[in-house]
């Protein structure tokens, strides 16, 4: 049986994986901030503003930067379900060059 899948669809799956790699790395970091935040009775508000908490700073922002991160790599993968064409896409470049350099060997093939 061999399947017809274009570049295009290719580049979605690549997208796609970084995107739930990226919801994962973002789900550890939230769990370790609030357990950090819950130890030291703080409120929110103060807590999770990195001019205020300096020890948990680079963190937060970094936290910030990956949720950025989700939110343009879903409007990719929506951009795709509309028809669009997102193989030139820089970040499904990106995400498809993670997947290369996490797994060297592999080639995507689905015959």
Known sequence: M??????????LVAVMR?????KDEVNDLKGRL???RREVAEEISRFYDPRVN???????????????EMDELMSVA???GRG???????????????????F????????
């Open 84 to 102: 669009g064409n997102i193989e030139a896409h820089q970040l499904a470049l990106e995400a498809a060059a993670v997947e290369t350099a996490r």
């Open 34 to 36: 609030e357990a950090a």
């Open 54 to 68: 300096v020890a948990h700073a680079e963190d937060i922002l970094a936290w910030h930067h990956l949720r950025r």
């Open 2 to 11: 061999s399947l017809n899948v274009s570049p295009n669809d290719l580049a």
């Open 18 to 22: 970084r995107y739930f790699l990226v």
């Open 78 to 80: 929506a951009n795709w």
């Open 104 to 111: 060297p060997d592999s080639r995507p093939s689905l015959d």
